[in-house]
């Protein structure tokens, strides 16, 4: 009994445990972080350069490695600078014409990172633009980009309502599981104090239920993030290589949250198992047969 106990006991404490940093991660921001600093840097370069007169633009490209022969250097130069040098300055161009911050997401809002960007920081201090803007859950055709052919608007409008759903899966099975988890973690700490077996071994299934639903949440908001890098076109939505992203600590407590849940399952289901079956009560009933006891 002592052995049930225990376990029963940890598996309440880790399903406590994994509420806490699902709770944590469901009301925090640090889901995702983006850096741009870097980038900023390049561009407010690339920009003085091309305001410099005597600016003169040589890709690192078109050195050679050795003396080529006599006759081919001249015309393989040319042919490099203007297939090189035209593309890469197209390039930093388009990235340096949009405007790239250092931001967090979380599942209910997206920020500015705090410290990260004075121009930015001014800006919000002068009350022109918001920290924080809110993820919308619905659909609005007033974020598709506007004067660009019909059927990149057509990819962009159908790649948005992927990107809608992904994100609804998300927060909903995140939900699910914070209930399912809560639940399971009420009909446990019942069983416990009633030391009842079933109810025990039915608050191990609920967590192990729930791990599920975390689980699911998890992959799709990865696979939400990981989509929203690759959309089409990527002049809009792609990042630039000098641009850090990864995920943050929120994140981080949803899968810690996720690998108690699943230990927490395991130990209450199996807390049932190890009771003796002379530690079971068994009542006869008693068989009428023919009228008499």
Known sequence: MAAIKILTSAGLFLAFCALVLLAMAICTDFWYETDARRHRERCKNYANKRNDPGYIYISNHNLPLQMPPKGYERKATEARVKRHA???????ESHCSRQFNSTISGLWRKCHREGFDLET????????????????????????????????????????????????????????AVSIILFGWIIGVLGCCQQHDLMQYVAGLLFLMGGTCC???????????????????????????????????????????????LLAGFLCTLAPSLSSPLARTTVHKSRHENGTV
Request: a positive charge; one cysteine or more.
């Open 121 to 176: 920081e001014d800006l919000i201090y002068k009350g022109l633009i918001q920290r924080c803007t809110p993820v919308k859950y619905h659909y609005t055709s007033s974020i598709l980009p506007r004067n660009l052919p019909v059927n990149i608007t057509k990819t962009i409008r159908q790649d948005e309502w992927h990107a809608l759903h992904l994100r609804r899966m998300t927060a909903g099975f995140v939900g699910m």
């Open 86 to 92: 035209p593309a890469s300055a197209t390039a930093m």
């Open 215 to 261: 689980i699911i949440s998890l992959c799709t908001c990865v696979a939400g993030i990981n989509f929203e890098l690759s959309r089409y076109p990527r002049y809009l939505y792609g990042l630039p290589e000098d641009i850090s992203h990864g995920y943050g600590w929120s994140m981080f407590c949803a899968w810690g949250g996720l690998g108690l849940t």
